[in-house]
């Protein structure tokens, strides 16, 4: 606890667990008083101030523990945020190509009913077509491979899984791998 002496009062500063036991202390006394009246000599003015004491204790009190919290959450956002962002993407290698899926709700844009263009299905530029395919809660996979410095950057033609399941990712990009390391008949 600190003092400071001012010229109409006395600055007090407490701890959290300091402020607590002062707090507990004067609901003590303030309880004592009002259960024997006749017991002790009090002017009525100091029995009003002891509940505005009681009270300013309380919201100071209330205030710390808000100020508290509030510093534990921001300390925390960046460990949430990750853990948020962990849970909506999935990071892998598969066969030499690296894969990203992104949870989330996709529409299909393309006209041609064989060839699939997926939009994320909320951004304020994607205008799903009539009739075109949605799918919601599910992983949208990107494989790339190779390196866009060294000229070998190859991006192939991701697609979205059925379900929301973290294992179909893998099962969906091996087929999209083999389908483009196959051989052309020509």
């Known amino acids: 606890m600190k003092t400071h002496a001012m010229a109409s009062g006395l600055r007090i500063t407490l701890t959290k667990t300091e402020l607590q036991a002062l707090l507990n202390l004067a609901r003590y006394g303030a309880d004592q008083i009002e259960a024997a009246p006749h017991s002790y000599i009090l002017p009525q003015r100091q029995k009003a101030v002891a509940a505005d004491v009681i009270q ?61 263009q ?36 190859v991006v192939l033609s991701g697609d979205c899984t059925e379900t929301a399941d973290r294992a179909e990712i893998e099962q969906l990009a091996r087929r999209i791998i083999a389908r483009h390391e196959a051989p052309n008949p020509s």
């Open 118 to 153: 997926w939009a994320d299905m909320f951004h304020p530029d994607t205008k799903p077509r009539e009739q075109g395919e949605v799918r919601r809660n599910v992983w949208r996979i990107f494989i790339s491979k190779g390196s866009a410095a060294l000229d070998d950057f």
């Open 56 to 116: 300013g204790l309380e919201l100071g009190l209330a205030s710390v523990q808000w100020k508290q919290a509030e510093a534990k959450a921001r300390r925390e956002a960046p460990k949430r945020e990750a853990e948020r962002r962990a849970a909506r993407e999935h990071h892998a290698r598969i066969d030499g190509y690296a894969v990203w899926g992104m949870l989330g709700d996709w529409a299909d844009l393309s006209n041609d009913p064989d060839r699939r």
